[in-house]
């Protein structure tokens, strides 16, 4: 026993020396734009702002920084006092209209040398390997110490980490602080992207961007806590064939299939990722680059509308949300293996409640709006509908919801809201399969209310924040929107009150009465029957 603990402790010492050389790579590097280089960079960006390019020569060009902050900064000012320039003349095709911070992180991103640049896979192994290694060394022992048949919760309330805790504050601000790095600014991250380049060429063929990156973070991170599922649920079989599930589409749909579709010059594109969670789908850039792509292209196309207006209805008809949050969605995979220590920290308030159904439902009008203005603008080729821009609605949706909503929120909040804030107020699809699965869908919990002894270990553990127990302690099925199904209700549950299971929707929804005191009419009741 003593031994393990001392290999979980050089297993966090192995992990927290990774993430500390991780953190440490946003400072150092230098960036040493070229003549040559930069001509040709403006050639493959088409630009044609004279404006931006002489100052670019005479202020970036030839000139070393060290670390990205600076560099950054005059490539930004520079483009937008250019463009404000452009605009006032209305000077339109001079405009450069790439974002300000993606258009600097591309620039960087070639001009880059130093230290990280020239030894990518020994940074790998100091950042990437040394996390990994030292996650693992300080899960596996739990196969030894969780001891005998049971899965273990013990100290969950009395941990830093997860119970929102001083340690629990500083992984929320680490989170928090890369999601808006990644979405926000990826010129200060460029040396993290390096140190996975020859993963992407591997698959690609191309350098890696900021979300090959997030894509090989995600999946490795899941690897990771997927090991520890199968630890923590060891005597579980469907927690251990559920996440095997989800890790498996992760890997394969989501990361390994778009990025060597890329190399073979096909569109990069998630099969599983369903509208409207794939928001953009619709947009024109999008529509456009299908159509372009041919016979693949139109396949793609017509797969995603099926997708949404056949196969996932039916399948929620059939299996409930739970076959996709719970076994196919990168997010819920993501919420089950990274965010399951997190769990018991999902708000059960009814108030809570009522702000769900709000906002999830709020954003699935949203999306559906954004989407019939941005279709109506593809063919009528108007960019206005009811005097509003198609193109600021979609901004406006990819910034609230797509990034910060999805992204900055849905994640990073993990240690102080729980685990799935994101697929419970804000995810559209979920929003949508909800309403099957209420209205018309074959999937139910059962409960057995004679064997419930009310532990509330159900309620405690739902990510959903839904009242488990009150529903176990009359027995009733459980028929709710909002359940992803993920079982660990019924995995907690000390007397096996809780199944999951697919039937006739006869009887699905059945409240039962309730006996209380001695008003009850037992006669009217047995006639009711």
């Known amino acids: 026993m003593r031994n393990m603990k001392v290999i979980q402790k050089i297993g966090l010492g192995l992990f927290l020396v990774g993430l500390g050389i991780f953190t440490s790579l946003i400072f150092i590097g230098n960036y040493n734009v070229t003549p040559s280089g930069f001509d040709q960079f403006a050639k493959n960006k088409g630009i044609k702002s004279e404006l931006f390019i002489n100052d670019i020569k005479q202020n970036v060009v030839g ?160 690897t990771v806590m997927a090991i520890r599922m199968y630890i923590k649920y060891r005597h579980n079989m469907y927690q251990i064939v559920r996440t095997t599930s989800v890790l498996f589409f992760q890997i394969v749909f989501a990361f390994l299939i778009p990025e060597i579709l890329v190399r073979f010059e096909k569109p990069w594109y998630d099969f599983k990722n369903a509208f409207p969670l794939d928001y953009d789908f619709f947009y024109s850039w999008n529509l456009d680059q299908l159509l372009a792509s041919g016979g693949f292209g139109l396949f793609i196309l017509i797969w995603g509308v099926i997708l949404t207006l056949v196969v996932v209805p039916v399948m929620v008809y059939f299996f409930g949300k739970r076959w996709y949050c719970s076994w196919v969605c990168g997010c819920g995979g993501l919420a089950e293996t990274l965010g399951d220590p997190y769990r018991q920290l999902s708000d059960k308030s009814l108030n809570a409640w009522k702000l769900e159904r709000w906002l999830v439902h709020g954003v699935l009008v949203f999306a559906l709006i954004m989407t019939g203005f941005t279709l109506y603008a593809y063919f009528s080729g108007n960019q206005e509908v009811l005097g509003i821009k198609t193109q600021a609605i979609q901004d406006i949706y990819g910034f609230l919801i797509g990034s910060i909503f999805a992204g900055v929120i849905g994640t990073g909040f993990y240690p102080i809201f729980g685990n799935r804030v994101w697929c419970r107020f804000g995810c559209p699809l979920a929003a949508y399969m909800g309403i099957v699965q209420r209205f018309k869908s074959r999937f139910r919990i059962t409960t057995n209310g004679g064997q419930c002894i009310s532990c509330g270990n159900c309620s405690t553990y739902c990510e959903q924040g839904i009242d488990v127990r009150g529903y176990a302690q009359k027995g009733e099925n459980i028929v709710r929107a909002s359940c992803v199904g993920c079982g660990i209700c019924a995995a907690v549950c000390p007397r096996g009150v809780l199944k999951l299971e697919n039937g006739p929707e006869t009887g699905r929804i059945n409240p039962n009465d309730i006996l209380l005191g001695n008003h009850v009419d037992l006669m009217a009741l047995v006639n009711k029957k």
Request: glycine share 8%; proline share 4%; aromatic share 18%.
């Open 63 to 222: 000139k070393s920084f060290s670390g990205p902050f600076e560099i950054s900064s005059k490539v930004i000012s520079t483009i937008n006092s250019a463009n404000e320039t452009h605009k006032s003349k209305s000077e339109w095709d001079k405009v450069i209209w790439d974002k300000p911070h993606s258009f600097a992180y591309q620039l960087e991103k070639e001009s880059g040398s130093g230290i990280v640049q020239e030894n990518k896979m020994l940074f790998w192994w100091l950042t990437f390997g040394l996390g990994i290694i030292g996650a693992l060394l300080f899960i596996i022992p739990n196969v030894v110490l969780l001891g005998p048949k049971g899965i273990k919760n013990n100290g969950i309330f009395h941990s830093a980490a997860t119970n929102r805790g001083w340690l629990g504050w500083l992984v929320f601000v680490f989170l928090v602080s890369f999601y808006l790095l990644l979405y926000f600014r990826p010129d200060y991250i460029v040396n993290w992207t390096y140190i996975v380049d020859p993963f992407s060429e591997s698959l690609s063929g191309n350098l890696a961007s900021q979300w090959f990156l997030y894509g090989f973070l995600y999946c490795s991170v899941m």
